[in-house]
C-alpha cells in the first residue's frame, strides 16, 4: 500500500494523515510495554554477550601474563645461571692457577726465609772479647817496684796495646761480614714482599669475584622467587636486547646482502644464467643457500664454542666431539669464505667481459681501456667475499638474543592487544545499557500525548504511574561486579 | 579429521606444489630472435643500418636466448638465407664470446652484401617461423627489415596462410617507395595488407620506423 493511497482514506491528505498519525501513536502506545522490553532484550543481550566477551579476553590477557611471566623468569633464571655458572669457573681457573704456582712459591717464600735466617744467625756471631789483662795489671801494680813490676807492666801495657789493635781489627772484620749479611738479606726481603703482593692480588681478584657471584644469587634468588622488581627488570632488559639485537640483525642482513651481490653473478657462470625455480633464478637461490649455508656453519661453530646455545644437542655434547665439530665447522666456513673470494673475483672478471661486449657492440673504443687501478676493487671485492662469511658467524650471538627476547617481546604486544580489547569490550558492553534506555525514550518521544493524559489520568486518582520496567536481575549483577 | 588422513592431505598439497613448481620450471622464458634483411634492389643500400639493429639485438639478448639473421632475396625460403644464428649458452661469459662471434659474421655480410633481383618476404616469413617453432623460445619474435614491398619471381608460390600463433613481427625502416609519394595510399595499404595478414595468423604486428629509437624492441 503507497502513501498516496492511505493518504486518500479521506478526501483531505492533511486529514487522513492525521488520523493516520493517531492510529500510529495509540498502536505504539499499546505496544509500549512490549517494546520496551523487546529493546531491553536486545540491548541485554547484546550487552551481556559483549561484557562475557570481555571477562574472556581479560582471562585470557591473564594467562598469558601469567605465562609471559613464567617464560620471562625462565628465562631469566637460565641467563643467571649461565653467568653464576661462568664466574664460578673464572674463580675456579683463578683458583688452579695460583694453587698451581702454590708449591713454587711456597718454596721461593721457605728458601728465602732460610737464607735470611742463616744470614740472621751469621750476622749475630761476635769477635771475642779481648783478654783478662786488669786482674793481672792489678797484681803486678801491688808488687814493689824493685821487684821488676815496671817492667813488667810495661810489657803487658805493650801487650795490651797490641791485643786492642788486634781486636779492633777483628771488630771491625766481624762488623764488616755482619754488614755484608744483612746486604745480601735485602733481595730475599723484596723477593718475599713481591710473593706476598701477588698472594694479595690473587685473593683481593677471588674476593671481588665472591662478591660478584654474591650479587648475581642474590638477583637469582630473586627470580626463583619471582619477585614483581626481578620480572620489572627483565622485561624491561628483553625489550632492550630486543631493539638492539634487531639492530644488528638488521646490519648482518644488510651485509648478508652486500654478499649475495658479490657471488649470484659469477654463480650463473656455475648453475647457468636462465634457469628459473618458481619465479627466481636458480642462481640467485645458488647464492642464497651459500650464505644461508654460512651462516648455519657460523650458528654451528658459536654452538661448539658454547657461545650460544640455541641448540642443546650441541651444548651436550662431549668436549672431544665438541671439538671436533667446531674443527669440521671451522673448515667448512674456511672454504666456504674461500670460495667466496674466488667468485668474487669471478665476479670482477665477468663484469670486464661484459663491459667489453657492450663496448663493442655499441661501437666504441671503450673495450680497449683498462683501468689501472681495477685491483684495487678487485682485491676489495675477494677481501670482502672471504671476509663477510667470518662476520656473519656473529650473527648468531644477536640471533639467539633476538628470538629468546622475541618471545617475550610478542608477549607483551599480545597482552596489550587482549587489554585494549577487553576494554572496548567493556565499554561497548556497558554502552549497550544506555543504549537501551535511549532507545525507549526515543520510542516514547512520539507518546508524548498518551503519555501526558496517563500521567494526569494517575494523579487525579491519586495512583501512581506505571512504574519503569524494572532492571533484569543479570544486569544488576554486572553492576556490581563491575 | 584423523590425523592420518591430515597427514594424507598435507602430502598431497606438497606434491600438488612441487608438481606446480616444477612445471614452471620447464616454462621458457628465453627469446627467440629472427631478423630479416631486405636485400632487394635499392633497399640494398640501408643494409648497413640493418647492423645498428643486430647489435642492439645482441646487446638486449640474454643467455639462452636465439638469434638468427637471414636475408630476404628472391628465394627466401631456405637455410642458405640465414647469414648467422646462435642460441647463445646459458654461461653469461660463454654467451658473451657467441655474441662477439655472431657480431663479426654479421659485419662480413654487411660488406658483402650484393643486390637481389626480387623481393620473397613471405618465404623469408616461413623460414623464420619454422626456425623459431623448433628452437621454442617463450616470446618468439621476427623484425623484418625492409620496405614491405613483396616482389616475387615467376613461379614462386607464396599464397599460404603463415601460422603466427603467438610470435611478434615488427616491420623496421619501412622506407617509401617512389610510388608511395605519387600515392601514399599504396604505402598504407601495403602495411595494412601485412598487418592483416600478421594478425589472421595469429601474431601481433607493429612497425618502427625510427631505428635510432629501438627501445620498444624485445
Given at each position: 500500500m503507497s502513501m498516496t493511497s492511505l493518504l486518500?482514506?479521506?478526501?483531505w491528505p492533511a486529514v487522513s494523515a492525521v488520523i493516520l498519525l493517531a492510529l500510529l501513536v495509540v498502536a505504539l502506545y499499546l505496544a509500549r510495554r512490549t517494546a520496551h522490553q523487546a529493546i531491553r532484550a536486545v540491548t541485554d543481550a547484546l550487552g551481556r554477550g559483549l561484557r562475557l566477551a570481555s571477562h574472556a579476553v581479560a582471562r585470557g590477557e591473564e594467562r598469558l601474563a601469567a605465562r609471559n611471566r613464567e617464560v620471562l623468569l625462565s628465562a631469566g633464571r637460565e641467563a643467571k645461571e649461565r653467568i653464576v655458572e661462568r664466574e664460578f669457573v673464572r674463580v675456579g681457573d683463578s683458583v688452579r692457577k695460583d694453587l698451581a704456582n702454590y708449591p713454587t712459591l711456597h718454596r721461593a717464600l721457605s728458601e728465602s726465609i732460610v737464607r735470611i735466617e742463616e744470614d740472621q744467625e751469621k750476622a749475630v756471631e761476635v769477635p771475642p772479647e779481648a783478654p783478662g789483662w786488669v786482674q793481672a795489671v792489678k797484681v803486678i801494680a801491688n808488687l814493689d817496684a824493685k821487684n821488676g813490676g815496671t817492667e813488667i807492666l810495661e810489657d803487658i801495657h805493650k801487650s795490651m796495646i797490641r791485643a786492642h789493635s788486634e781486636a779492633m781489627d777483628d771488630y771491625r772484620k766481624a762488623s764488616g761480614e755482619r754488614h755484608a749479611l744483612l746486604r745480601k738479606m735485602m733481595p730475599d726481603w723484596r723477593q718475599i714482599q713481591e710473593t706476598l703482593g701477588r698472594v694479595n692480588k690473587n685473593v683481593e681478584s677471588v674476593l671481588e669475584r665472591a662478591l660478584a657471584i654474591d650479587r648475581h644469587m642474590q638477583e637469582y634468588d630473586d627470580i626463583v622467587k619471582g619477585e614483581d622488581r626481578a620480572v620489572s627488570i627483565l622485561s624491561s632488559s628483553s625489550l632492550v636486547y630486543f631493539f638492539v639485537s634487531a639492530l644488528v640483525l638488521s646490519v648482518a642482513a644488510a651485509g648478508a646482502a652486500i654478499n649475495f651481490t658479490l657471488i649470484a653473478r659469477p654463480m650463473a657462470e656455475m648453475v647457468g644464467g636462465t634457469s628459473f625455480i618458481g619465479n627466481f633464478r636458480t642462481a640467485d637461490i645458488a647464492a642464497l643457500v651459500i650464505i644461508m649455508v654460512e651462516i648455519s656453519m657460523g650458528l654451528f661453530l658459536m654452538e661448539s664454542l658454547r657461545i650460544t646455545r640455541l641448540f642443546p644437542v650441541i651444548s651436550a655434547l662431549s668436549d672431544k666431539m665438541r671439538r671436533r665439530m667446531m674443527f669440521v665447522t671451522f673448515v667448512i666456513l674456511l672454504l666456504m669464505a674461500s670460495i667466496e673470494a674466488g667468485l668474487a673475483y669471478m665476479r670482477e672478471v665477468l663484469l670486464q667481459d661484459e663491459l667489453a661486449t657492450s663496448a663493442l657492440l655499441r661501437g666504441d673504443?671503450?673495450?680497449g681501456t683498462v683501468n689501472e687501478h681495477l685491483w684495487i676493487t678487485t682485491a676489495a671485492q675477494m677481501g670482502m667475499g672471504f671476509i663477510l662469511p667470518f662476520a656473519l658467524v656473529f650473527v648468531a650471538i644477536p640471533l639467539e638474543t633476538f628470538i629468546h627476547s622475541l618471545r617475550t617481546v610478542l608477549g607483551l604486544i599480545g597482552i596489550g592487544i587482549m587489554r585494549a580489547v577487553s576494554l572496548i569490550l567493556r565499554v561497548f558492553g556497558n554502552g549497550m545499557r544506555h543504549i537501551g534506555t535511549l532507545a525507549e525514550r526515543l520510542y516514547d518521544l512520539p507518546l508524548f500525548v498518551p503519555l501526558w493524559i496517563e500521567t494526569r489520568v494517575a494523579a487525579n486518582q491519586n495512583q501512581p504511574p506505571l512504574p519503569e520496567e524494572p532492571r533484569s536481575p543479570a544486569w544488576q549483577e554486572q553492576e556490581a561486579q563491575s | 579429521m584423523s590425523r592420518t588422513t591430515r597427514y594424507r592431505r598435507t602430502a598431497a598439497w606438497g606434491l600438488v606444489l612441487m608438481l606446480a613448481a616444477c612445471g614452471q620450471v620447464n616454462v621458457p622464458r628465453n627469446t627467440g630472435l629472427y631478423l630479416l634483411i631486405d636485400t632487394s634492389g635499392t633497399y640494398?643500400?640501408?643494409?648497413?643500418?640493418a647492423e645498428q639493429i643486430i647489435l642492439v639485438a645482441l646487446s638486449k639478448l640474454q643467455p639462452s636466448d636465439s638469434f638468427a639473421v637471414a636475408r630476404i632475396d628472391t628465394a627466401s625460403f631456405t637455410e642458405k638465407n640465414i647469414i648467422a644464428k646462435a642460441t647463445f649458452d646459458d654461461r653469461p661469459s660463454t654467451a658473451n664470446q657467441q655474441k662477439r662471434a655472431f657480431a663479426s659474421r654479421v659485419e662480413k655480410f654487411i660488406d658483402e652484401s650484393a643486390p637481389a633481383p626480387f623481393t620473397d618476404i613471405t618465404g623469408g616469413l616461413l623460414q623464420a617461423i619454422e626456425f623459431l617453432k623448433e628452437k621454442n623460445p617463450g616470446h618468439k619474435e621476427i623484425l623484418i627489415f625492409s620496405d614491405m614491398k613483396e616482389d616475387l619471381a615467376k613461379g614462386y608460390v607464396r599464397n599460404i596462410p603463415l601460422d603466427l600463433k603467438g610470435f611478434d613481427v615488427v616491420a623496421l625502416n619501412v622506407t617509401k617507395l617512389r610510388s608511395d609519394n605519387f600515392d601514399p595510399r599504396e604505402y598504407m595499404s601495403r602495411l595494412d595488407s601485412w598487418k592483416t595478414k600478421v594478425e589472421k595468423g595469429g601474431g601481433h604486428f607493429r612497425v618502427i620506423n625510427d631505428i635510432d629509437r629501438l627501445d620498444g624492441l624485445l
Open positions: 486518500a482514506i479521506t478526501p673504443g671503450v673495450a | 640494398n643500400r640501408q643494409v648497413s643500418k
